[in-house]
Nanobody, 124 residues
Framework: QVQLVESGGGSVQAGGSLRLSCSRS????????MGWFRQAPGREREVVAR????????SLADSVAGRFAISQDDAKNTVYLQMNSLKPEDTAIYYC?????????????????WGQGTQVTVSS
């Protein structure tokens, strides 16, 4: 099973930026899908962003569109989540996930591997 390791979390003031990284243990093929999820205390885990293996298809949650961006570096088997204009409500544990695309039209993915999570804290 693919192994995922996240890094880049931390504490930042509102309006600041952070970049999360997720390193994969295996090559990221074109039918693969990578995603970033987050879970705040007392809330369910929610998807933040997804990207296809080829990098041509991405999807962002409405709550982060225009502020976050997902990208990948094939040479490094790494996926990034650039987070700008952070808000206190972005505070959560962020998880990287790996899987495969099940519906290309909306970039729906079936995730079957997860990282350990990295804490992001945004203060007002």
């Amino acid at each position: 099973q693919v192994q995922l390791v996240e890094s880049g979390g931390g504490s930042v003031q509102a309006g600041g930026s952070l970049r999360l990284s997720c390193s994969r243990s295996e090559y990221f093929s074109s039918n693969d899908c990578m995603g970033w999820f987050r879970q705040a205390p007392g809330r369910e885990r929610e998807v933040v962003a997804r990207i296809s293996g080829g990098g041509d298809d991405t999807s962002l949650a409405d709550s982060v569109a225009g502020r976050f961006a997902i990208s990948q570096d094939d040479a490094k088997n790494t996926v990034y989540l650039q987070m700008n204009s952070l808000k206190p409500e972005d505070t959560a544990i962020y998880y990287c996930a790996s899987g495969h695309v099940t519906l290309w039209l909306t970039l729906q993915c079936d995730f079957d591997a997860w990282g350990q999570g990295t804490q992001v804290t945004v203060s007002s």
